[in-house]
């Protein structure tokens, strides 16, 4: 405030501690679920999010354990894949609320729209109408993707495109509207936990607490197999 303005810094410590002591408030207080209006928080956010927190702090048998009743209220599964065009059905403009969506920002046409598909898209593409800022890519030579299998249908979501950066360069074409009407159009929901990084934590945390079990290799395997298009449950 105005009156101290010399305040000494928080410690690591005390942040995390502000931060864990919100979230176990808004686990004892948020609602069971958000269907009468979707995208508010549920007690099941505060959860996942308290389980990222703990594996970041390093308390990974509570993190297991905080991940392992997010999975066991069997409220989430991971949307069926098959075809690079069926992730339209997770990050899609008519996706609406999926099985996987624990917390995600909404967007309509009403209001102001979501930005991000506006920083990735390039205006030749259609995807975004004539729009785009095309400012975030990859290219197409890095280690990383050279070692992405072809079988990963999220691999083809990056696709090669010359606009002045060399023949090399890729843009990702996740977040997709054609019928935006300006940077600020696009509706597709933005997702900050889907139930995919519930697997995962629990997976790690899992695994630093026991090493390589059963149910941790089941997790991690449960979100590849979706990315292969195969059997999740296979």
Known sequence: NMEEQNVARNTVEEVYALIEADLLEAEANLPDNN????GRPTIWMAKTLLSDVLLTTQRYQEARDKAQEVIS??????VPIQTVDDFEKIFGVGAGVTKEEIFHFKYS?????????????????????DKGA?????????????????????KALWYPLEFGLGKNTLLQKKF???????????????????????????????????GE??????????????????????
């Open 213 to 234: 079990t059963p149910d941790a290799l089941e997790a991690v395997n449960k979100v590849k197999r979706r990315s292969y298009g195969l059997a999740i449950g296979a």
């Open 109 to 129: 046409r009403e209001e102001q729209g979501n930005y991000y598909p506006f920083i990735i898209n390039h205006p030749s593409t259609g995807y975004l109408g």
């Open 73 to 78: 209220s069997n409220l989430f599964s991971l």
């Open 176 to 210: 997709i509207d054609p019928q935006a009407a300006n940077e600020y159009g696009a509706i597709n929901d933005f997702p900050l936990y889907r139930y995919p990084e519930v697997l995962l934590i629990f997976a790690e945390a899992d695994a630093r607490v026991n």
């Open 35 to 38: 269907t009468a209006q979707p």
């Open 134 to 154: 095309y400012a975030q890519y990859g290219d197409s030579t890095s280690t990383f993707y050279k070692g992405w299998n072809d079988g990963d249908l999220r």
